[in-house]
Nanobody, 124 residues
Framework: VQLQASGGGLGQAGGSLRLSCAASGSRFRINVISWYRQTPGKQRELVAQTHSGGTTNYDDSVKGRFTMSRDNAKNTVYLQMNSLKPEDTAVYYC???????????????????WGQGTQVTVSS
């Protein structure tokens, strides 16, 4: 299973950007899919997270500004980022916990997957 993140770039304070994360592979189920972000010298922090049941949680710093959505047909999640702030500048990573069949397809096993990061830079 692979996650491919895209959509980062340069934005202005008050503006918008949209990130995409496409999951690919065979025979997998996504249990939880998330967006994290990281700035130099700091730990990666959770931005938004969607569970298979549909519940989405947001970090307080982005509530009301960021919206995570999902297109199941395309196995893609999006992070719509509005009212951008300079402090949103970071490398954004897509992350998922997925279920995949084991070698003889007798059961499923859990797998943690990280996508490559995409840089978001917000100018003031």
């Amino acid at each position: 299973v692979q996650l491919q993140a895209s959509g980062g770039g340069l934005g202005q304070a008050g503006g918008s950007l949209r990130l995409s994360c496409a999951a690919s592979g065979s025979r997998f189920r996504i249990n939880v899919i998330s967006w994290y972000r990281q700035t130099p010298g700091k730990q990666r922090e959770l931005v938004a997270q969607t569970h298979s049941g549909g519940t989405t949680n947001y970090d307080d710093s982005v509530k009301g500004r960021f919206t995570m959505s999902r297109d199941n047909a395309k196995n893609t999640v999006y992070l719509q980022m509005n009212s951008l702030k300079p402090e949103d500048t970071a490398v954004y990573y897509c992350h998922a916990w997925v279920q995949v069949p084991n070698s003889d397809y007798s059961a499923e096993v859990g797998l943690e997957v990280w996508g490559q990061g995409t840089q978001v830079t917000v100018s003031s």
